[in-house]
């Protein structure tokens, strides 16, 4: 079968690869669409340090059950995407609810020993498939992977009605931040961004917009809203959007940090403290996330649709790589199309 191949750090390659088989327990599923998230292109640099060369890569994805176990509750045909956090579902977290926080946990597209989804096919646990609904195109099933960040992100936040939100970074977490946060009941949703192509995408999907290299993003949110926000969610993470979020924040309001653009970051911290802010941290999401993201994909298929900049075929896949690790960033979402 074709798959792309991070040859080595730079380089991504279309080569012929084994199909996985099927294990006990396993579904194998034919791939239609995998996302390029932000998390792989770092993979590709070599920046992140948690992909290896060699490795195929992909976590967000979408496709068809090519074979299952007869007591799965799956058919051949069906269109499903999978949660690409495995979990040993015996500890405390995984009987918590909170799965995310498994000390055995693996992730399908992270972890090099496990074959992950840039391919034609892709073996996933019975647990972590999930049907997808009629209403949604099979492919576009992969964009409910960085939906569900955004509902847990906006979960942890405590977002309700009536709140004013403010969101730092248009990429497709920051443009799933809105739509989870519209969910939620937020009255206010303002999105910060230096991208102009980003800003006017969030402004398609409801959202107030502001150039932070124009006007201090706190500044201009709190004269455009009349007062602070009550949740911000820094979706880029580094030390500039982390204290640009506790300024924007009203005190006593919560600053949810998604983002992962740096490892270490630095920040006022009596900003933090004298105003008794709440920081969180949010890191991918709960089983019953990523249900609740299926579901609400299901009932707003052509407001996802909108979150979709380019679906290419797999040998497109290498330069559509090289251009995002650039200066070509995509306003939404990068498609890798598995059956073109």
């Known amino acids: 079968m074709r798959a792309l191949v991070l040859k080595d750090f730079g380089r991504m390659v279309v080569a012929d690869v084994p199909q996985p088989q099927q294990g006990a327990g396993e579904v194998l599923i034919k791939i239609t669409a995998v996302g390029i998230c932000g998390t792989d292109v770092h993979g590709f640099t070599g920046e992140n340090g948690r992909r290896q060369p060699g490795q195929i890569m992909g976590h967000e994805a979408a496709g068809t059950v090519a074979a299952t176990p007869a007591d799965s509750g799956l058919r ?5 995407t999978f949660n690409p956090l495995i979990t040993c579902g015996a500890c405390a977290p995984c ?19 496990i074959q992950a989804a840039f391919a034609e096919f892709v073996a996933v ?4 498939v999930v049907p997808l609904p ?12 960085p939906l569900a960040v955004a509902f847990n ?14 969101v730092i970074g248009a990429g497709p977490i920051g443009q799933s931040v809105v739509l989870a946060a519209r969910d939620a009941g937020a009255e206010l949703i303002m999105v910060s961004d230096i991208n102009a192509e980003r800003r006017d995408l969030c402004a398609r999907l409801g959202a107030s917009t502001l150039d932070p290299t124009t006007a201090d993003t706190a500044t201009e949110y709190r004269a455009r809203a009349g007062a602070a926000a009550d949740v911000t ?53 709960t089983r019953a996330d990523f249900a609740r993201a299926a579901r609400w994909a299901g009932s707003h298929a052509a407001e996802l649709a909108g979150l979709v900049s380019a679906e290419l075929p797999f040998d497109q896949a290498p330069r ?3 251009q995002l690790a650039g200066s070509s960033p995509a306003p939404g979402k990068v498609l890798v199309r598995a059956d073109w």
């Open 125 to 128: 646990p019975v647990p972590n």
């Open 153 to 166: 992100a906006v979960r942890r936040a405590g977002v309700g009605a009536g709140d004013g939100v403010l």
């Open 233 to 285: 969610i820094d979706a880029v993470g580094i030390s500039a959007t982390l204290q640009a979020a506790l300024g924007a924040t009203r005190p006593g309001g919560t600053v949810v940090l998604v983002g992962m653009g740096a490892k270490r970051l630095e920040f006022g911290a009596f900003d933090l403290t004298t105003m008794e802010r709440s920081l969180i941290g949010s890191f991918c999401y």
């Open 95 to 113: 009987h918590d609810g909170a799965e995310q926080h498994c000390a055995d946990r693996r992730v399908i597209g992270v972890n090099p020993e």
């Open 134 to 145: 009629d209403t949604l195109p099979v492919a576009h099933g992969a964009l409910i992977e």
């Open 76 to 80: 051949v045909g069906q269109a499903v």
């Open 320 to 322: 559509a790589f090289e």
